[in-house]
């Protein structure tokens, strides 16, 4: 009996806090917006949270965002290549872009996720209809004129990247670097030093402790691995990825459980996008420690890290698009970009 109602309580628990959440967070004149993101709670709690107490002081209504998290961002991505797939070919979206009158898309944005899957939103898909092939962007251009965006960018640069799309297909939100998590504790066990660069993770004494995830369902890990690539050329570069994958303690489907398993010590080292790497840092942080003595350690490799922006689209045939065109202005906004600090 103890373990059956032990059972219903784990069981039990998740419904009553989204019940709760429900009806003390949003209110009954709350708008809607419906954003598909890789991103973890802590981000989506926040931004919402901002979100809607700006939305309320400068429109009058608070906004409910409606996250969905399928997966990774090349998930995500895989996701709305079948969607708007299926929706050109039965119609709801015409050969010009334009969606049937009362008909509407599942998502309004995607938020975050690196700069390649969104410039794949960009370059969209292509149908059969009639016998006519029919190409099309699953995003639209951002309700920003080029001035304000170069004013709010300046020189639309960031090493060998963009900060946004030249057309505004997409913006940056942050920039983000891509680098390495660790366990101090599981790593002086095993007796191996911290790491410092892409090339320690190749050390055979980390057989079955390193956490990777799959390139096919994250766009960061792929960023990541494109990094290492770009950095040591094509034959020391995939001999490193070579001897990493031989380490791997599992190939994940989404970048955000790295951080939580190397935390917990289900591995001693990962790779891990920055703001998720520092935070897990952060969180697990004692009263008196500091990042270099705290249990969970982050480092971007010297000289071979990579900088992308992580960016939000607005996605075509979007159901709330004015709120959507409000959120981007939000996210770029003083308030916005101080929850990224």
């Known amino acids: 009996m103890l373990i059956l109602l032990a059972l219903a309580v784990v069981l039990g628990v998740p419904f009553v806090f989204a019940l709760t959440r429900e009806g003390v967070v949003t209110p009954a004149n709350a708008e809607r917006l419906v954003i598909v993101t890789p991103h973890n709670e ?6 919402e ?3 809607s107490d700006w939305h309320e002081e400068r429109h009058g209504t608070p906004v409910a965002i409606d996250w969905r998290q399928p997966g990774g961002t090349s998930e995500i991505r895989k996701q709305l290549t079948s969607q708007y ?24 944005l995607m938020f975050g996720g690196g700069s390649y899957e969104h410039d794949q939103l960009k370059r969209g ?5 009639n016998g006519e092939e029919v190409s099309l962007p699953m995003s639209v251009p951002v309700s920003i004129e080029e001035s304000e965006l170069a004013t709010i960018y300046g020189e639309n640069t960031i090493g060998s990247g963009s900060l946004y799309d030249p057309e505004r297909y997409w913006v940056g939100t942050a920039l983000s670097g891509f680098g390495i998590i660790f366990n101090r504790d599981t790593l002086a066990e095993l007796q191996i030093d911290e790491p410092r660069s ?27 691995y494109d990094s290492i690539l770009n950095r040591y050329g094509w034959d020391e570069g995939w001999r ?3 001897s990493m994958s031989a380490n791997a303690r599992y190939f994940s489907n989404s970048s955000s459980k790295i951080p939580v398993d190397v935390s917990q010590g289900e591995a001693a080292v990962g790779v891990a996008i920055d703001f998720y790497g520092r935070y897990q840092s952060q969180a697990v942080m004692k009263e008196g420690e500091t990042p270099e003595t705290t249990r969970v350690g982050y480092i971007d490799p010297p000289g071979a890290t990579y900088i992308d922006a992580d960016p939000i689209s607005k996605l075509r045939g979007a159901p709330n698009p004015e709120i959507a065109d409000r959120f981007i202005l939000f996210v770029l906004s003083e308030a916005g970009q101080a929850l990224w600090q």
Request: no cysteine; net charge negative.
């Open 198 to 224: 892409w090339g320690d993770l190749t050390d055979p004494r980390l057989t079955g402790w390193l956490a990777l995830a799959d390139p096919r369902m994250s766009g960061s890990v792929t960023t990541t």
């Open 49 to 51: 949270t901002a979100f």
């Open 85 to 108: 797939t299926a929706a050109i070919r039965d119609g709801v979206i015409e050969p010009d872009g334009s969606v049937q009158p009362g008909q509407h898309m599942t998502y309004d």
């Open 240 to 242: 490193i990825l070579q």
């Open 42 to 47: 802590q981000i989506r709690y926040e931004f």
């Open 125 to 129: 898909v292509t149908v059969e209809v």
